[in-house]
Each structure stands twice: as structure tokens, then as C-alpha cells.
């Protein structure tokens, strides 16, 4: 049973999977989707959303990444997809669930669940144009705006030259409203000769337990669940191992936020950035610590770098050893 983590746009970027990789559990990553139009990319474009290219394809703890490439043109992503193997990338992984409305109005994304014959011919042209070490593999949703052709593009991925596939389990028109719809994976891991992978609600052990139950596959990719709750793979990898679960409490959290907070500040092409990014993962953490919720309320209306980095310094529990004193 493998565990990965999602890509997301603008949530999980290079400082956060390596965060969350060390934390462990997380058997491979994939980047934030790079988006080819009509040439081919410079080495630039890869590397600033892939940078762990440069170090062998795998984030500081260890963990493998994948590289992800969204677009339309067969012969033009094949290109970028060749070129991106040339710069390390160990496994190319397309993207066609994006529900974005501007990624989809630019025919990327979710939208090409529409045209199962282009889905076929995107995969066979990478799968064309790359070595036989370099792997393909796909990230789709049940459709756009209803799941009947699931398995017909499940079958197209697949049939095109995709090693694996990851099934967010929703449409397109769903987005990520609960419920994701585990049971309809079932039909597609029966259509298809490669390993799925199910994605989409899982916030908890709990619900990993009913994803696998109900879609019938063992390998899961995790996302916002994630993002609220760092050592999320951790515990469901205890779990599978047979040992003892212990959640991380604030007092592991809040160093985890600071280190990200220290990072985001001292990038220098992004400073101005720091307080929206470290607000955006507030929001999510405090689904399940009280604590980041708190500080939320507290930063929310504050720009200030140095004001919030006293507040979140501030949050910091007391060790042991100071209360004895």
C-alpha cells in the first residue's frame, strides 16, 4: 500500500512538501502542475516549481517527486515532457482533474475529461517521446459534468501508456464539495490494468479505512487532508504497520509552522507573500487544532511581518522544564 501526497496549486509548493515529507509516512510527491501552451518551456520554468529537480527529484527527507505537466497539445506536452526527463524528472505525471475555471476555459485540466480520444493521444505522445525508464502516469476525476465516462477515460490513460492513475473522486462540477464518491472508483480499478490510486476526502484514519473499503483499492493520495493535519500519513501508516498511533499536538505543530513561516519570510522573491501563505494554512490547520484556529483570529486582519511573527512565536507552548521554573 503506497501513500502520496497531491498536488496543489498554490497550497503545496516546494517548502511545504518538504515539511511534509519529513514528517513522514509519504511514499512520493508530485509538483504543482507546470502549464504547457504552445512552445517548449526554458529550464527556468520547471525548476521554480520543481526545484527539487536539482537534487535528484526527491525532497530534503527523502521522499521521491514526480513531475506534473498540464496541457492539451499532444505533440507539445510530449515535448516539454521529453525536455523535463532531460533536467531529472523521474516520472512525468499529467494532470487532467484541475477544476479551475481559467485552466479549463485554456483546455487543461478536468475540461479534457470531455474528449477521451485526446486524453489517449496526450499519454501515447508522452509516452512516445520519453525513455522506457521514465514512467507516465495521470491524475483524473470522474468526469466533467457527470461520471458516466469514467472508465472510458480511465481506459484511455491507461490504454495510451499510463503506469498508474490517481482518481480524485468527484467531478469536475462537484469540486470539492463532500461527499467524494469512493464506491465509483471500484468500476475503474475493474477496467484497468494498473495500479489506482483513490484521492479526495480523506481527512482522517477513519476515512482512509472507509475509502479503501469502499472503492476497493489499497493506495491513497492525500491532499487538503494533509495540509490540515501534517502527520495525517504518518498515523495511517502506523495503522498499516500494526503500530501504535500517536497524533502530533500543537507542541509539534507550532515548530512546524514556525520553520515554515521562517522559510516563506527569508525568500526574498516573496516577502510580501509571507502573511497570505501562512494564513491560507492557518485556515486548514485549524480544522484540527484549536490553537492554529486561535492564531488565525488573531493574525487574520495583521500584514506586518515582524507583528505576526511575535504572535506566532507567541503560540509556542511552554516545554516542561520552563513551568517547573
Same mark, same amino acid.
Given at each position: 500500500?503506497?501513500?502520496?501526497?497531491?498536488?496543489?496549486?498554490?497550497?503545496?509548493?516546494?517548502?511545504? $512538501?518538504?515539511?511534509?515529507?519529513?514528517?513522514?509516512?509519504?511514499?512520493?510527491?508530485?509538483?504543482?502542475?507546470? $502549464? @504547457? =501552451?504552445?512552445?517548449? /518551456?526554458?529550464? *527556468?520554468? #520547471?525548476?521554480?516549481?520543481?526545484?527539487?529537480?536539482?537534487?535528484?527529484? $526527491?525532497?530534503?527527507?527523502?521522499?521521491?517527486?514526480?513531475?506534473?505537466?498540464?496541457?492539451?497539445?499532444?505533440?507539445?506536452?510530449?515535448?516539454?515532457?521529453?525536455?523535463?526527463? %532531460?533536467?531529472?524528472?523521474?516520472?512525468?505525471? /499529467?494532470?487532467?482533474?484541475?477544476?479551475?475555471? %481559467?485552466?479549463?476555459?485554456?483546455?487543461?485540466?478536468? +475540461?479534457?475529461?470531455?474528449?477521451?480520444?485526446?486524453? *489517449?493521444?496526450? +499519454?501515447?505522445?508522452?509516452?512516445?517521446?520519453?525513455?522506457?525508464?521514465?514512467? @507516465?502516469?495521470?491524475?483524473? $476525476?470522474?468526469?466533467?459534468?457527470?461520471?458516466?465516462?469514467?472508465?472510458?477515460?480511465?481506459?484511455?490513460?491507461?490504454? !495510451?501508456?499510463?503506469?498508474?492513475?490517481?482518481?480524485?473522486?468527484?467531478?469536475?462540477?462537484?469540486?470539492?464539495?463532500?461527499?467524494?464518491?469512493?464506491?465509483?472508483?471500484?468500476?475503474?480499478?475493474?477496467?484497468?490494468?494498473?495500479?489506482? #490510486?483513490? =484521492?479526495?476526502?480523506?481527512?482522517? +484514519?477513519?476515512?482512509?479505512?472507509?475509502?479503501?473499503?469502499?472503492?476497493?483499492?489499497?493506495?491513497?493520495?492525500? !491532499?487538503?487532508?494533509?495540509?490540515?493535519?501534517?502527520?495525517?500519513?504518518?498515523?495511517?501508516?502506523? @495503522?498499516?504497520?500494526?503500530?501504535?498511533?500517536?497524533?502530533?499536538?500543537?507542541?509539534?505543530?507550532?515548530?512546524?509552522?514556525?520553520?515554515?513561516?521562517?522559510?516563506?519570510?527569508? =525568500? @526574498?522573491?516573496?516577502?510580501? *507573500?509571507?502573511?497570505?501563505?501562512?494564513?491560507?494554512?492557518?485556515?486548514?490547520?485549524?480544522?484540527?487544532?484549536?490553537?492554529?484556529?486561535?492564531? #488565525?483570529?488573531?493574525?487574520?486582519?495583521?500584514?506586518?511581518?515582524?507583528?505576526?511573527?511575535? /504572535?506566532?512565536?507567541?503560540?509556542?507552548?511552554?516545554?516542561?522544564?520552563?513551568?517547573?521554573?
Amino acid at each position: 500500500m503506497q501513500l502520496a501526497l497531491a498536488p496543489m496549486e498554490g497550497l503545496i509548493d516546494e517548502t511545504l $512538501r518538504s515539511l511534509l515529507t519529513e514528517v513522514g509516512g509519504i511514499d512520493w510527491c508530485v509538483s504543482e502542475f507546470v $502549464r @504547457v =501552451n504552445q512552445t517548449l /518551456l526554458p529550464a *527556468h520554468c #520547471f525548476l521554480k516549481l520543481a526545484p527539487e529537480l536539482k537534487r535528484g527529484s $526527491r525532497t530534503p527527507s527523502g521522499t521521491p517527486m514526480r513531475l506534473q505537466l498540464l496541457g492539451s497539445d499532444p505533440s507539445c506536452v510530449a515535448d516539454n515532457a521529453a525536455f523535463a526527463a %532531460t533536467l531529472g524528472a523521474p516520472v512525468i505525471d /499529467l494532470n487532467f482533474g484541475c477544476p479551475a475555471k %481559467t485552466v479549463n476555459k485554456s483546455r487543461g485540466g478536468a +475540461v479534457l475529461l470531455k474528449e477521451p480520444e485526446l486524453l *489517449h493521444a496526450i +499519454v501515447s505522445a508522452v509516452r512516445a517521446a520519453l525513455p522506457a525508464t521514465v514512467p @507516465v502516469t495521470a491524475k483524473m $476525476r470522474l468526469g466533467f459534468d457527470h461520471a458516466e465516462d469514467a472508465v472510458t477515460c480511465a481506459q484511455a490513460l491507461a490504454d !495510451g501508456g499510463a503506469a498508474s492513475l490517481v482518481v480524485h473522486a468527484r467531478t469536475k462540477v462537484d469540486g470539492y464539495k463532500p461527499p467524494a464518491y469512493w464506491e465509483r472508483i471500484g468500476a475503474i480499478r475493474d477496467a484497468v490494468k494498473v495500479p489506482v #490510486f483513490a =484521492n479526495g476526502e480523506v481527512w482522517s +484514519v477513519d476515512d482512509w479505512r472507509r475509502c479503501r473499503s469502499l472503492s476497493g483499492v489499497d493506495d491513497v493520495m492525500l !491532499g487538503r487532508g494533509m495540509i490540515a493535519r501534517p502527520d495525517l500519513a504518518r498515523q495511517i501508516a502506523a @495503522v498499516r504497520d500494526g503500530r501504535e498511533v500517536t497524533p502530533m499536538g500543537w507542541a509539534e505543530i507550532q515548530p512546524l509552522l514556525q520553520r515554515y513561516w521562517d522559510i516563506v519570510c527569508g =525568500n @526574498v522573491a516573496t516577502p510580501r *507573500h509571507a502573511p497570505g501563505l501562512l494564513k491560507q494554512w492557518l485556515v486548514w490547520l485549524g480544522r484540527s487544532y484549536l490553537e492554529a484556529e486561535a492564531l #488565525f483570529v488573531a493574525v487574520r486582519t495583521l500584514n506586518d511581518i515582524a507583528a505576526i511573527g511575535a /504572535l506566532l512565536a507567541a503560540s509556542a507552548p511552554l516545554d516542561a522544564a520552563a513551568l517547573d521554573r
